[in-house]
């Protein structure tokens, strides 16, 4: 008589990081697989809390730029136009034309380098040896030399303020900028070369981390993450801040709402944020930077101030309540990294252990705005 | 004449020298590889690679190498000692092995088999076991998930890797190395057995955990795979065995697709020329190995497994069937190059339909400026 024997099997947690190559930081996800499959994530964050919020309302209005510059690394600038629109709202000051030209410039070179960034370090979440991440850096470092010649820094620039900016860009910043943009250009037509027409990129991200446009709104997500499934939401579009009204651009939205629809939606949005710095460029004023009559002390009025740009990632919104005096009585940081990583669990459960360490890359995180 | 095969009398000291021989000149062989490797990716990369150890960098890793070794040797606490500490030897030693039979010239062996490629091939598949052993000893999950990797990826492609050297020896009647390369004087098999080429090729590239099929390894998922909780110099015995591998599975391609030290100089010419050869040969294979790790990403577990027992291994059948009728009915030669040629056609149409994908579209939606006149919602189509 044949007895057949019933093996238990155990499913296995792994400990995916803190101290992982693919986690892009500090990030730790404990799988749960069975095989290869993963049938449960459980994300834990938290390794890189620094408290910027609460240390923010220790310092007055301008000293807590910086702490702007160090959440979400890869988007300095957009980070300081949230807060200093913020600032702007609740203090009532009025942007010169000139300074807010020469801040969409840099947000949107910003928005080009955090997503070169982004290539690069997806093709290492898909397996190349390196080579897409020195495609994807050298491209970013054209632009990285700009904003080192314009704010002094590389990376914690602290360039805007409240009313305008620190000082003038200097005297070749037209002409530097226009020279870097046909390199962008190239250097995206050599990515597409690389792994966009590559089969097993499209193999390894068609049709894994699929969100649907509904679960997409319903998880909070915005930005690339939320176009690529299909919903033409941009706050440049949609509520227009700053100058955005004034240039011809297109949103690139998905159909999939895929990981690969994800790399690509970002792909066409560094041409379009070329565009929009070319236009701007072309517009660009001369005149102040900051308004003629500047309080030397920022003293805000009581009450409270919402103000959102349309960052690399999604929505970085600040919020901002103010009981007078100099400093914010409390500061919110809506960091997109944080609510698009929410929907990680949504996505992973189901795939392969390789799928994961991919959708986890689509999401395109930076642990120190997801902690704060 | 300088040959590997001494004959001093007695047989242990003749195989001693022999192997000597062989660890010297693979040691040798690897050291150039690792920096050879370095410098093709660092082109691939718009970098310079190592330069400043030595001339271009050259002594680069013979210095890392005397690091390596002087590094501590850490065994994980809760480690299977024995199996841990063995497994680097079950990857290393069987393919060191392998290099007994490979004859680098026509006089240069350390043996000649008559059953060269059976041997080569027997104890190649053998090194799937360190890698299980490694996976399994380290106590560490990213370890034991590389090492099953490695045991299901080795395995699976060993089938038509074997599988198109069966083709080529059926043709040429022979499964010594020697006589592959003999029979090759005039027109070399790649010509011939284009398909086999190509199979054995692929299923090398997954022997060797290369990119796209560097799975069990794979950094950015398993950080490593089996080597996960090694250091110093039993790490570095992983990493020569990878790189004797790619020297061993290029050599056997050389031998046997490429017409070996005999095409097209003929045998008759004087030792340097043959090792000019094979080298010339060998190098190709290997540049072309590294040329496709820096240039692809890695492939999911499940692909690699179709991709072998779906698609390379009725590949395999069918070009020794063909092969098969080709020696029975008594064709002429032309026949199979015409029918191999076919196959590959074939195996290039199915799998540019089961890899080719619709392109992408974005929808584009106005935005800013433009975005004011036009209607709420419309969209415009575009790339």
């Known amino acids: 008589m044949v007895q057949e024997q019933q093996i238990d099997t155990v499913d296995i947690n792994v400990n995916m990081g803190p101290q992982h190559p693919s986690t892009h930081g500090v990030f730790r996800m404990v799988l749960t697989i069975d095989g290869e499959r993963v049938i449960d994530v459980e994300p834990h964050i938290g390794y890189m809390h620094r408290g910027a919020e609460k240390l923010s309302e220790t310092m007055d209005y301008r000293a807590a730029i910086g702490y702007q510059d160090r959440t979400d690394y890869l988007t300095q600038f957009m980070n300081e136009q949230a807060y200093c629109m913020a600032v702007e709202k609740l203090l009532e000051l009025e942007v010169p034309e000139r300074a807010e030209y020469i801040r969409v410039i840099l947000c949107e070179l910003n928005r080009i380098s955090s997503h070169f960034m982004f290539l690069g370090a997806f093709g290492i979440d898909l397996g190349h040896f390196g080579t897409s991440f020195t495609y994807g850096f050298r491209e970013r470092e054209h632009i990285q030399d700009i904003f080192e010649e314009t704010t002094g820094e590389r990376m914690m620039y602290g360039y805007f303020r409240p009313g305008g900016l620190v000082w003038d860009v200097p005297d070749n910043f037209v002409q530097r900028v226009r020279e870097v943009l046909p390199k962008s250009l190239q250097g995206l037509r050599d990515i597409d070369m690389l792994m966009t027409e590559n089969e097993i990129v499209a193999a390894r991200s068609r049709g894994i981390g699929i969100m649907s446009a509904e679960d997409a709104i319903n998880w909070g997500l915005s930005g690339p993450m939320l176009r690529a499934a299909g919903v033409p939401w941009d706050l440049r579009k949609d509520k227009p801040y700053s100058i955005y009204d004034r240039f011809e651009y297109d949103v690139p939205v998905g159909r999939h709402g895929d990981v690969f629809d994800r790399y690509l939606v970002r792909i066409e949005e560094v041409r379009q944020s070329i565009r929009i710095v070319e236009q701007a460029l072309d517009q660009l004023p001369d005149g102040p930077i900051m308004p003629e009559k500047m309080p030397r002390r920022l003293r805000g009025p009581e009450g409270e101030v919402y103000a959102a740009v349309e960052g690399a990632r999604g929505e970085y919104g600040i919020y901002l309540v103010s009981k007078g005096g100099d400093k914010p009585y409390r500061l919110k940081m809506r960091s997109p990294s944080f609510c698009n990583l929410s929907a990680l669990r949504e996505m992973t459960v189901g795939n392969y252990v390789a799928d994961a360490v991919a959708i986890l890359g689509s999401i395109d995180i930076v642990l120190c705005c997801v902690d704060r | ?383």
């Not at chain 2, 210095?63 to 994980?76: C, M, S």
């Not at chain 2, 059976?118 to 053998?126: E, K, M, P």
């Not at chain 2, 072998?308 to 002429?332: E, R, T």
């Open chain 2, 1 to 383: 004449m300088l040959t590997l095969t001494y004959d001093v009398g007695n047989i242990w000291l003749d195989a001693l020298l022999g192997v000597l021989a062989i660890v010297g000149l693979m040691t040798v062989g690897t050291l150039a590889l690792i920096w050879l490797e370095r410098k093709v990716s660092a082109r691939i990369q718009m970098r310079l690679g190592p330069m400043h150890v030595g001339p271009y960098g050259l002594l680069q890793t013979l210095a890392d190498a005397v690091k390596l070794i002087g590094k501590e040797d850490i065994r994980p606490r809760n480690a299977d000692r024995w199996i841990f500490e063995l497994a680097p030897f079950a990857v290393f030693v069987p393919v060191f092995v392998a290099l007994v039979a490979l004859p680098f010239t026509r006089d240069w062996a350390v043996s000649f088999l008559d059953l060269g490629v059976f041997f080569v091939v027997a104890v190649t598949g053998l090194s799937f076991v360190g890698f299980l052993m490694a996976g399994w000893a380290s106590d560490n999950k990213y370890a034991l998930l590389g090492g099953l990797r490695a045991a299901a990826q080795l395995i699976s492609y060993e089938v038509p890797l074997v599988l198109s050297l069966i083709a080529v020896s059926m043709i040429v009647g022979s499964l010594s190395l020697s006589e592959i390369v003999i029979y090759q004087g005039r027109v070399p098999l790649f010509v011939w057995q284009p398909l086999a080429f190509f199979i054995f090729f692929v299923a090398a590239l997954a022997e060797l955990e290369r990119q796209p099929f560097d799975i069990p390894t794979a950094e950015s998922e398993v950080v490593g795979g089996p080597f996960i909780e090694y250091s110093g110099i039993r790490w570095s015995m992983f990493f020569l065995a990878s790189y004797t591998g790619l020297i061993v599975y290029s050599m056997l391609g050389a031998l046997v697709f490429l017409g070996g030290w005999d095409w097209p100089l003929g045998r008759e010419l004087g030792l340097w020329w043959q090792l000019v050869l094979i080298v010339a040969k060998t190098g190709f294979l290997i540049l072309l190995f590294m040329w496709i790790r820096f240039a692809m990403p890695r492939l999911r577990i499940d692909q690699l497994m179709s991709y072998c027992w779906k698609v390379l291994i009725p590949l395999a059948f069918l070009q020794i069937f063909l092969n098969g009728l080709v020696l029975v009915y008594d064709w002429p030669d032309i026949m199979l190059l015409i029918t191999s040629g076919a196959g590959l056609l074939l195996a290039g149409y199915v799998i540019d339909r089961a890899v080719r994908v619709e392109p992408r579209t974005l929808r584009l939606v106005p935005a800013g400026r433009r975005a004011k006149p036009a209607p709420a919602g419309a969209e415009s189509g575009g790339t």
